[in-house]
């Protein structure tokens, strides 16, 4: 069928020749079942194109007790390989003491990554960044007479040393020995010393650490050793590193569009002259597209408070896949808290000549999951991103991505579509993203699109035009094979399969304000058994329209060679609830709006509802047990919804559960502090005595009941002011810059006797009127005054749910 709307449109080149291989020295380690490859623009992992996601989550800020169910928590969200930051100055703060104990064992928590089958990639520096003092390196390393990040002999000796302790911790670990270590960073953000890189490589090869892998991040033009590193790129929706009243950059705006270009100059280019750029770009057609550091949120600096939502991740996640991104590497995927140092606070400040002021503790990050192990709307989307990947990446990382004819003349264009295509020769998956920051993208009304694919000729959907609502941005696919069904396109995103009964169900997601249309190869099919909706044979295609999707919309298939098959259409909020993993001795697809984990094939949710529910598919025989609980079940379209109602429930309401707080104004604020400049000029947080003098100070008593159980209990505040700080007696415990995010403390962070004792206090400093200081709107329009004008306990349950 013809379409009247020939700006969409896009020819897919015939398939090339077989990219370079065997011209990159990565290899792995002899033996091994599923060895690691690389060639010129994917990756393999035991002879099948890999397509890996990899989250950062800093160990060493987080408690050691906590790990393994936040790395159980990443593995649940798609994550399959675990990045990390080895801090040094978190390990050895003080000359010759170095510390792998408690939260700063590196060991255990290799361990535990490969206990879960999670891949691991120590990002060993020794100059880390990561929003850390000195970026990582100790002050008595830097008050010794030489030149880091150089060749500078008195700079390598003390690294050696470093990385032999870093290299004995992680010894046995390395894939020869069936350990977790897929890759290896060396050095961050060093753009113009490409023989310091392979210094640092080869130092680090001669400590005994192994990887098939070597990388180095490649953004700001950056001079790497010729085919030693794997260059990663990145790319963030937003940045605290810009100036105040610099507005949104355009190197954050461009990654909302598809292109061909990977490097990001915005990222580090405080720390470099912005003149200059290290050289000529890493030549693409050597490196597949890889990343290190997509912007799973985003960090705030005194003088620019960036917020980031939800949206803004999913989509430039989506967009990197559709532009060619074959490794998704998010920065950071899980938040946390610095450790309280021996000689110094260890944020980045401005006291270091480093040019921002970052919060003395938290380092939450806006993630995906929270400096407490808060489960966020962005960790649902990039969830449904990931079950994508999981299924379909080997497909997805092969295919070339091909741009439309007709595409946005520059990045202030807002009108122009935006699209694109993975493609080979006969299948496809078409990417839109309608969805920027800070400037609203209009409707695209009459919209269909058009699809030359050299093996199988022009495929035109959907069957009539539809409207790309403002802030859509998805994925669909062309000629996609399902169980032997040929899937000809599908307006719904591909989220995962599962097997119902002896029938592999593919579950799409529909895109929110676009009805639903599935065209099948007619070819592939003898029955096609619809819920709602249309079933229509046009020559040699059927067309199946008008469903409503949502938890019982299965269309089931019979496939001419006598399989079954089922496409499930979930409406897009459903989906964005949808898990999948081994549970009660399946794999099987669970609907859960909290934290789910798998663990050895139980399930755990993690809820603030005084009755969780979630609901499976294929359900087990028999409904899963839960101590201290009774389980019930429901029909919820072809699923089984179980709902835990605790002992002693009663009537209570099955909502989240929520204790009011009122905090207790101690003593009002005094006039905001004169704003101080430092580094670039740029505000500085005001100094500590300012918090002792006018600040306005709140009382908040913590409930003996929550303290004998305060695992789980977030104290979540609302306020408005300039710098927040808490305090357990004259010990600070938590902070936050003002961003109109609410602020959450972990109440088992505090020490528990001193808080029954002294209680919690809050010290909210007033912002000065015309500081220079960026705080979004609809926030930075807010009083400056201090206000605590709500705050309330919540607490996030665990349940344990086991086979009978």
Not at 83 to 96: K, L, Q, R
Not at 170 to 181: F, N, Q, S, T, V
Not at 328 to 348: D, K, R
Request: negative net charge; hydrophobic residues 40%.
């Amino acid at each position: 069928m013809a379409h009247p709307h020939g700006p969409h449109r896009l020819c897919v080149p015939a398939p090339a020749a077989p990219p370079p291989a065997g011209h990159l020295p990565f290899a792995d380690a002899p033996g091994v079942p599923d060895p690691i490859e690389v060639n010129s623009r994917w990756l393999t992992r035991g002879g099948r194109p890999w397509f890996p996601v990899s989250g950062e989550f800093h160990y060493s800020r987080y408690p050691a007790r906590e790990w393994e169910e936040e790395l159980l928590k990443m593995k649940a969200g798609g994550v399959t390989a675990v990045a990390s930051y080895i801090i040094w100055i978190h390990h050895e703060e003080t000359e010759g003491r170095v510390r792998f104990d408690g939260d700063r064992d590196l060991r255990r928590f290799a361990e535990l990554c490969a206990r879960h089958g999670l891949d691991f990639i120590p990002r060993i520096g020794p100059w880390s960044h990561a929003e850390v003092r000195n970026g990582g390196l100790p002050d008595w390393l830097l008050a010794r007479p030489c030149t880091p990040r150089t060749d500078d002999p008195a700079y390598l000796e003390p690294v050696r040393t470093w990385f032999a302790a870093v290299a004995e911790q992680l010894r046995g670990l390395d894939r020869a020995h069936g350990g977790p270590i897929v890759a290896i960073q060396v050095e961050n953000e060093l753009y113009d010393q490409p023989g310091h890189l392979l210094t640092l490589k080869r130092m680090a090869q001669d400590a005994g650490l192994s990887a098939p892998l070597w990388t180095s991040t490649a953004w700001g033009g950056v001079q790497l050793p010729p085919d030693e590193l794997l260059p990663l790129y990145g790319g963030y929706p937003e940045t605290f590193w810009t100036e105040a009243d610099g507005g949104w950059p355009d190197t954050c705006r461009k990654h909302f569009f598809f292109t061909h270009q990977r490097d990001d100059e915005g990222i580090g280019a405080d720390l470099r002259p912005t003149t200059v750029r290290g050289g000529d770009p890493v030549p693409a057609d050597r490196y597949p597209w890889a990343t290190c550091e997509l912007g799973g949120g985003m960090a705030m600096a005194y003088h620019r408070r960036p917020r980031v939502e939800a949206a803004d991740v999913g989509a430039l996640g989506l967009t990197k896949i559709g532009c060619g991104s074959v490794w998704q590497g998010f920065y950071m995927f899980h938040g946390g808290t610095n450790p309280a140092g021996e000689h110094t606070t260890l944020q980045e400040s401005h006291a270091t000549g480093y040019p921002n002021d970052l919060p003395v503790l938290t380092y939450d990050f806006q993630a995906p999951l929270g400096e407490y192990g808060q489960v966020r709307a962005s960790y649902h989307e990039l969830r449904l991103q990931h079950l994508l990947l999981a299924d379909f990446g080997h497909l997805i990382a092969p295919m070339r991505s091909v741009l439309p004819e007709r595409r946005p003349a520059g990045q202030h264009d807002l009108d122009t579509l935006r699209w694109a295509v993975r493609a080979d020769g006969t299948s496809a998956f078409l990417f839109v993203n309608n969805h920027q920051p800070h400037e609203q993208l209009p409707d695209h009304p009459d919209t269909a699109f058009t699809v030359e694919l050299p093996g199988a000729g022009p495929v035109t959907l959907p069957s009539t035009p539809v409207t790309v609502p403002r802030g859509a941005y998805f994925c669909w696919p062309l000629n996609l094979d399902v169980a032997g069904l040929r899937l000809e396109w599908a307006t719904a995103q591909p989220v995962c399969t599962v097997d119902v009964q002896g029938r592999t169900v593919l579950v799409l997601a529909a895109t929110d304000g676009i009805t639903p249309e599935l065209a099948l190869d007619a070819g592939t099919v003898t029955s096609v058994s619809a819920p709602s909706g249309d079933v229509t044979d046009i020559g040699g295609r059927v067309l199946v329209t008008g469903i409503r999707p949502g938890t019982g919309a299965l269309v089931e298939v019979d496939t001419a060679d006598g399989g079954r098959a089922g496409l499930l259409l979930l409406d897009g909020a459903t989906a964005r609830t949808a898990y999948r993993g081994v549970a009660w001795g399946a794999e099987r697809l669970v609907l859960c709006p909290d934290g789910v984990v798998f663990d050895d094939g139980e399930v755990r949710v993690h809820s603030p509802a005084a009755q969780p529910s979630f609901a499976v598919l294929p359900a087990p025989d028999e409904a899963p047990v839960v101590a201290g609980a009774t389980v019930r079940d429901a029909r919820d379209g072809v699923f089984t919804r179980y709902r835990i109602v605790p002992d002693g429930a009663g009537a209570t309401s099955p909502g989240p559960v929520a204790q009011a707080v009122a905090p207790v104004l101690v003593r009002p604020a005094g006039p905001a502090p004169e704003t101080v400049t430092g580094v670039l000029g740029r505000a500085s947080v005001p100094e500590d005595k300012h918090f002792e003098t006018v600040a306005a100070e709140y009382h908040v008593d913590v409930p003996d009941a929550l303290l004998d159980e305060p695992a789980g209990t977030l104290l979540r505040i609302r306020w408005t002011g300039d710098v927040a700080r808490a305090y357990v007696g004259d010990t600070l415990v938590a902070d936050q810059f003002f961003s109109g995010r609410v602020w959450d403390i972990g109440l088992d962070r505090l020490p528990t006797d001193a808080l029954r004792a002294h209680g919690l206090r809050l010290r909210v400093l007033p912002r000065a009127v015309g500081a220079p200081v960026y705080v979004p709107a609809p926030a930075g329009e807010a009083t400056a005054a201090p206000s605590v004008p709500y705050a309330e306990w919540v607490t996030v349950r665990s349940w344990t749910t086991q086979a009978v």
